[in-house]
């Protein structure tokens, strides 16, 4: 069973920066997708950004330029650096993982935007 454990997110004001960390143990195979996904209250949970095994990204438009995903491999871990954070980035913040056989959610790390 693949485990991710969160953390980084926290209270900042706007134009602030954060910096989100997720770490997968237990995948007896190769992980090959990692992402960020976030969840405001009232909404639906949304792609953030996504990241393959290659290093190729994608982002949603709403954070292109401010946001960067990156991953280190070797560690099973995906990194999401955060700046210039406005008020509508206030979600719950979660990080999930895809292999040959499962995909897999942590369990969220609370982001808040607010002076």
């Known amino acids: 069973q693949v485990q991710l454990v969160e953390s980084g997110g926290g209270l900042v004001q706007p134009g602030g920066s954060l910096r989100l960390s997720c770490a997968a143990s237990?995948?007896?195979?190769?992980?090959?997708?990692m992402g960020w996904y976030r969840q405001a209250p009232g909404k639906q949970r949304e792609l953030v950004a996504a990241i393959t095994i290659e290093g190729r990204t994608n982002y949603d438009d709403s954070v292109v330029g401010r946001f960067t995903i990156s991953r280190d491999n070797a560690e099973n871990t995906v990194y999401l650096q955060m700046n210039s954070l406005k008020p509508e980035d206030t979600a719950v913040y979660y990080c999930?993982?895809?292999?040959?056989?499962?995909?897999?959610w942590g369990q969220g790390t609370p982001v808040t935007v607010s002076s």
């Open positions: 237990g995948s007896r195979f190769r992980i090959t997708n």
């Open positions: 999930n993982a895809r292999q040959i056989f499962g995909n897999y």
